[in-house]
């Protein structure tokens, strides 16, 4: 069973609030979505492996350590997932990132796929996939199915929002993905929207509503 890690930081947990608060603009709402993920990015890669390394100084050697292991990539569910990106990015400056392009059918509430382009190493790389909101949890158990059959073999989750039903259908789906969530919510209510969350994220970052 994959773990769930709830990323309770203070300050994280701040932003969150002024984040989920209909009053918050278009402009602050995108730059609270781009610092909260930095700040889980942060922690996210706490367990990265390190290496050894020597470093001359102009004083002397330092014995140093740097990140070992394989590589990153992002992988952002389009459209709302583009917003966490540049955080991301100011963490990890060298990351790649490859983009996934699915949206939830109004009707059916099942994900769509309309675009889909990885890095060419993609299955050298350790992938975290990032989405503002894991509701019915559709839209993120087919993206890392999409990069399991692209052959990737090391994949997390990273949202914002997360509902019991969507953690409980990737913990089914995908046992050997592990989660990393700001925030879990009570519950969906009758047209798939977090409750109480904070409304349609894609929306309330590129302004469509
Ligand atoms: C939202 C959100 C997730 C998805 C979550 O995207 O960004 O991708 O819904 O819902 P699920 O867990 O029930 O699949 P949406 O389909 O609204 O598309 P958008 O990002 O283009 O607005
Ligand atoms: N997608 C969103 O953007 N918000 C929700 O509450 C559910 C899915």
Do not use: W
């Amino acid at each position: 069973m994959s773990k769930v890690m709830v990323f309770d930081h203070p300050l994280i947990q701040h932003k969150l609030s002024i984040l989920r608060d209909e009053r918050t603009s278009v402009k602050e709402f995108r730059e609270l979505i781009s610092e909260i993920a930095e700040l889980m990015c942060y922690e996210a890669t706490r367990n990265l492996p390190l290496e050894e390394v020597q470093v001359k100084t102009p004083v002397g050697i330092a014995t140093c350590h740097r990140i070992a292991g394989k590589k990153l990539a992002v992988v952002p569910i389009l459209r709302a997932g583009l917003g966490m990106v540049d955080g991301m990015v100011a963490m990890m400056p060298n990351v790649k990132v490859g983009h996934v392009g699915l949206y939830r059918d109004p009707e059916t509430l099942e994900p769509v796929k309309y675009y889909f382009k990885m890095p060419p190493d993609i299955t050298e790389r350790d992938v975290i996939v990032v989405d503002p909101m894991l509701a019915t949890g559709g839209s993120a158990v087919a993206a890392v199915q999409f990069l399991k059959d692209e052959g990737v073999k090391n994949i997390k989750f990273m949202c914002i929002i997360g509902a019991p039903e969507g953690i409980a259908a990737m913990q089914k789906a995908h046992p050997d993905v592990d989660i990393f969530v700001a925030g879990q919510d009570e519950k969906l209510n009758e047209h798939g929207y977090i409750v109480p969350g904070l409304g349609d994220a894609g929306d309330r970052i590129f302004g469509t509503k």
